[in-house]
């Protein structure tokens, strides 16, 4: 299995401008989220959806970060407009049924807003 | 509400000695607990869970027991590597699909 697929690896963008990270989770998983880490704070759980829907956003920092799950097999975080203080790594991870199913994470999207 | 705590890093060891990185939890039941490790440039993997009270979750040498009285679930392995470098995170997760973690802890491993 090819795992947990993020796109792109690295993206460096302007203050202001839109960015979107992809993800393709773990083919027959049912559960998928996204994190955002950072030095200064951690690993913060942003969304995660079931079945495509959306379950949890409280994690979501502002009206900016947008997240959508059109089909089982592709999921999308949007930030528009960027700002420097959104630069992280933001990971992906899905699981098979959520619970205590291990999460499979991602090799994440390194981004820099200057 | 439920939280994790770990023990503050980076721990630094020489190849060969005894490893233990603590952690503690709050929750309101019994959740069941989890250990991941991130390797530099990495995503987050599993490395070894429990999921009631007393189990020991082992993988690749490391070892966790589920202590419900001290509300504890340690980390240990016998004799680390310097291939074990690494940042270790504590979660848990109960009666949800979330995984709350702890802010992880960096071990670095010196030949």
């Known amino acids: 299995d090819a795992g947990v697929i993020q796109s792109p690896r690295h993206e460096v963008t302007e203050m202001g401008q839109e960015v979107t990270l992809r993800c393709k989770p773990i083919?027959?998983?049912?559960?998928l989220f996204w994190y955002r880490q950072t030095m200064m704070r951690g690993l913060e759980l942003l969304i995660y959806?079931?079945?495509?829907?959306?379950?949890?956003d409280s994690g979501m920092p502002e009206d900016r970060f947008s997240a959508k799950m059109p089909n089982a097999s592709f999921s999308t975080l949007k930030i528009q407009p960027s700002e420097p203080r959104d630069s992280a790594v933001y990971f992906c991870?899905?699981?098979?049924?959520?619970?205590?199913?291990?999460?499979?994470f991602g090799p994440g999207t390194r981004l820099t807003v200057l | 509400g439920n939280s994790v705590t770990q023990m503050e890093g980076p721990v630094t060891l020489s190849e060969e000695a005894f490893l233990t990185i603590n952690c503690t939890y709050t929750?309101?039941?019994?959740?069941?607990l989890f250990w991941y490790v991130q390797y530099p440039g990495e995503g987050l993997q599993l490395l070894l869970k429990?999921?009631?009270?007393?189990d020991k979750g082992s993988n690749k040498g490391f070892e966790a027991t589920y202590r419900k009285e001290t509300t504890s679930f340690h980390l240990e392995k016998g004799s680390v590597q310097v291939s074990d470098s690494a940042v270790y995170f504590c979660?848990?997760?109960?009666?949800?699909?979330?995984?709350?973690f702890g802010t992880g802890t960096r071990l670095q491993v010196f030949p």
């Open positions: 991870a899905s699981t098979l049924r959520g619970g205590t199913d291990t999460q499979y």
């Open positions: 083919s027959g998983h049912n559960s």
């Open positions: 959806f079931n079945n495509n829907v959306p379950i949890d």
């Open positions: 929750a309101t039941g019994y959740p069941s």
């Open positions: 429990a999921t009631k009270a007393d």
């Open positions: 979660a848990l997760t109960y009666n949800t699909d979330k995984l709350i």
